[in-house]
């Protein structure tokens, strides 16, 4: 892991499969490849993916209760049981050959005869005044991160979703009162979580609100509200939602939708043959770590066909 | 893992460590993980360990400004890369890794490293972490490859703001990791290899 083991890793080979993202669904097609007997690489940007930043997960079958690392460590076990490599590295450009893609990074050059781009998504910023200039001082995508760093002081999540609901409660448990600023009518938690918030004393929401602006000095001091209220605060927590990692998928002509999102069949294949993809990256209606997973796994399946049908020997 | 890890080291390699009387918890916790290191190494590892109160020239040589501290120095004694942190759960893999680089093992970035060293000035690397940053090890890891490919340029200090929090309190830290570069420019969150080296060579992407 982490590159450790460079002796594992054959940087003149082509690889049967190249996956690329470092999160559930990377880790989880991987696994199923390397079981398929394929010769799997795994190169990733960040190891553990977005689930790695969320403090609790509860609805992963098998599962009970974990953090998100809590899951990545169990994902990072599995894959070192089967000696699968995985490279820190981001992949700039794909190029394709007759009977392979040629991968290259600002580091490195691999081939491989398949590819899954498992490159997930990363959060959407608010684009307001002060974001920009505050990040690290005070606003942060990551409650499970930094969350301890505001201890008895006052924060606000911005957001209505599921994830908002939950930094919101991991952010209860240490700070004096933690804020939900929503623009719509009622949070769109899951049950389960809604109740949870709704319970806690430590935590109000305020609908129909907007922030237009982040205020401070050193660190951040208010928010202003799209009345024109300014709200004091020591912490914001945005979380808006993610965008998906394609840019890399669009520039090499695979077909996305209006979302940015990669275009996949129920195969998981894209309009590219030997190049798949699964995950937040690619145009499910759902997106959780058990659906990334299952994608990632159909994928596996997928790239193990198609190396088949190309009658190349594995 | 950290009796898994360690078992991958198979050429011997020492560590110097300067534990404190005035941080006893903080010293007594590194050397209770350190003993696991160094009883499931198969003799591998070997320890060094120093008072800090009471070897003021070793202290100096090495500029030892806090304790407890790990040092890992290359073949010409220099340090490479320094822990005020003690190396369990995230870091147990990038500290192993950097433990296996030093003995011999390849570095992934050693190449682009090596020909962009003419162009990268002396730089101490400090990474502020916690034990429950998700991206933590990714980032150690990286700043910890690039300083020992460096040949002596580069230097990397991990720092767990928790067990020094007026470090924290100094550069004013509310996000992890944040990187701070020669004392002068701070980078936070997931940083990239190729984010780093650009800064390191005053390049933009």
């Known amino acids: 892991m982490f590159n450790i083991d460079m002796e594992g890793i054959d940087l003149e080979k082509t690889y049967d499969l190249i996956v690329l993202g470092g999160g559930p669904t990377a880790i989880g097609c991987a696994i199923y490849a390397a079981r398929f007997a394929l010769d799997v690489l795994v190169i990733g940007k960040i190891f553990g993916g977005l689930i790695a930043t969320t403090h609790l997960v509860e609805n992963y079958p098998g599962i009970t209760s974990t953090s998100g690392q809590g899951l990545m460590d169990m994902f990072k076990e599995h894959m070192n049981s089967l000696n699968i490599p995985y490279i820190s590295d981001e992949i700039r450009s794909i190029e394709q050959t007759t009977d392979h893609f040629v991968l290259h990074s600002f580091f490195q050059k691999f081939k491989a005869k398949s590819v899954v781009i498992a490159t997930g998504s990363e959060r959407k910023k608010l684009g307001i005044p002060g974001e920009e200039d505050f990040a690290g001082r005070g606003v942060s995508y990551c409650a499970t991160c930094d969350g301890p760093f505001y201890k008895d002081k006052t924060v606000c999540v911005v957001g209505g979703s599921d994830s908002a609901a939950k930094e919101a409660l991991f952010l209860s448990q240490n700070v004096k009162k933690v804020y939900i600023i929503y623009r719509g009518e009622e949070i769109r938690a899951e049950p389960i979580n809604k109740k949870r918030v709704e319970e806690n004393h430590k935590i109000e929401i305020i609908y129909r609100t907007n922030i237009v602006e982040i205020k401070g000095d050193n660190t951040v001091k208010s928010v202003i509200f799209d009345n024109g209220t300014e709200f004091e605060v020591d912490g914001v927590f945005i979380e808006v939602g993610s965008i998906p990692n394609s840019d890399l998928a669009k520039r090499i002509g695979v077909k996305t939708n209006e979302k940015n999102e990669i275009i996949i069949n129920r195969k998981s294949e894209t309009n590219i043959p030997g190049i798949f993809a699964a995950g937040d990256v690619a145009d499910a209606p759902f997106k959780q770590a058990i659906t990334g997973v299952s994608e990632g796994v159909i994928a596996a399946y997928s790239s193990f066909d198609f190396i088949k049908e190309m009658n190349i020997e594995y | ?205």
Do not use: W
């Open chain 2, 1 to 205: 893992m950290i009796r898994e890890e360690i078992k991958k080291l198979i050429k011997p390699v020492t560590l110097k460590i300067f534990t404190s009387s005035k941080n006893l918890q903080e010293s007594v916790k590194m050397m209770e993980v350190i003993d696991i290191y160094q009883k499931a190494s198969n003799e591998m590892l070997k320890i060094e360990e120093y008072r800090f109160e009471t070897n003021s020239e070793l202290v100096k040589k090495y500029e030892i400004h806090q304790a407890p501290t790990i040092l890992m120095t290359d073949a010409k004694d220099q340090v490479v890369i320094r822990y005020l942190a003690v190396p369990s759960a995230a870091k147990i893999q990038p500290f192993v890794q950097a433990l296996m680089i030093l003995t011999g093992t390849p570095n992934y970035y050693e190449n682009v490293i090596r020909e962009n060293l003419n162009k990268i000035n002396p730089t101490v690397i400090k990474v502020l972490i916690t034990d429950y940053c998700a991206y933590c090890s990714t980032v150690i890891s990286i700043c910890s490859q690039f300083a020992l490919a460096s040949e002596g340029k580069l230097s990397t200090t991990i720092i767990d703001i928790m067990a020094f929090p007026d470090i924290s309190d100094k550069y004013n830290v509310t996000t992890v990791p944040t990187l701070i570069v020669n004392e002068d420019k701070k980078l936070i969150g997931d940083i990239t290899a190729e984010e780093l080296l650009y800064e390191l060579i005053n390049k933009t992407l």
